[in-house]
């Protein structure tokens, strides 16, 4: 049984009685632009349909403030958390032109430390094309798969609130423009902790359109409220295939975002599933 207490501005608590659950953090990402690359194909990079798993170790990273230097302590994030990410909002495609000086020839170049090294020798310059999302919102789910994880919920609640690297969504141009909201969650599955962050979410941003005389809210959360609760809605789901579900996926595919090292960038593949859930409109 799921029991809400009515949000006010300054606090939200969800209450779950009954069977012992499952504890998960939930947070919600949303920037103006997100830029979740794909592998580059050519002179296009085209945008991700969800954030890749080394994107979001990347962030837990920043609000840490562990740097790319420290290769343990990121495999050791890597292995000890599990994702899923729930699509609230896909966005608008955003194509960008890119123009980028490199070098013509580098197997002369020895020591290319820094990028200032690379450009040392003659000079080209290549022309690209990136995509971004704009107005693109995410639900994060994060779940311990670790007896002795390298952090605790709570402390990655904290980081997440307080971090210590500025946390972007993608590339450093699409830095956050509004609060993650990091919450702990008791559900025995991470659909259903999803479900009840969403629903606590919506009730403190009513909360404070409320006390505004104009509220500036983002557009997928000024939608919902904007809903009929009686209606459903569609959202796709990303997750690692070890978390806790009952969820059956559409299909599981592989994805090149295990990273082995970030000096130099290599990846390996790991599995994903996917599905498409029918939920309800979050009302008040």
Avoid at 16 to 23: E, P, Q, S
Avoid at 74 to 87: C, N, R, T
Avoid at 99 to 126: F, M, N, S
Avoid at 192 to 205: M, S
């Amino acid at each position: 049984m799921l029991k809400t207490r009515k949000a006010n501005s300054r606090s939200c608590s969800i209450l779950l009685r009954g069977k012992a659950m499952t504890h998960f953090l939930v947070c919600r990402l949303y920037s103006p632009l997100t830029a979740w690359s794909e592998p580059a194909i050519g002179e296009y990079r085209a945008h991700a349909v969800a954030p890749a798993k080394s994107a979001l170790v990347g962030l837990l990273a920043a609000a840490l403030g562990i740097s790319r230097q420290q290769q343990a302590a990121w495999q050791s994030l890597q292995q000890s958390y599990l994702f899923a990410v729930q699509i609230e909002s896909r966005g608008e495609a955003i194509t960008d032109f890119h123009t980028t000086q490199t070098a013509t020839k580098t197997h002369k170049l020895k020591h290319l430390y820094t990028r200032r090294d690379e450009l040392k020798g003659e000079l080209k310059t290549v022309l690209s094309k990136r995509e971004y999302r704009c107005d693109a919102c995410y639900t994060v789910c994060l779940y311990v798969n670790d007896d002795n994880p390298p952090y605790s919920l709570d402390a990655l609640q904290l980081a997440l609130q307080q971090p210590v690297f500025t946390l972007y969504l993608g590339r450093k141009s699409c830095p956050l423009a509004w609060p993650v909201s990091a919450r702990q969650i008791q559900a025995d599955r991470f659909e259903q902790a999803i479900e009840i962050f969403n629903q606590a979410d919506i009730e403190c941003w009513q909360a404070l359109a409320d006390n505004m005389a104009q509220p500036m809210l983002p557009w997928t959360i000024a939608k919902q409220l904007a809903s009929d609760s009686s209606a459903t809605r569609q959202v796709d789901v990303y997750w690692d295939t070890a978390m806790p579900t009952r969820q059956v996926p559409l299909q599981t595919h592989w994805r090149s975002d295990h990273a082995l090292t970030r000096r130099p960038w290599q990846f390996t593949q790991r599995q994903e599933c996917y599905a498409r859930m029918e939920i309800a409109h979050v009302s008040e």
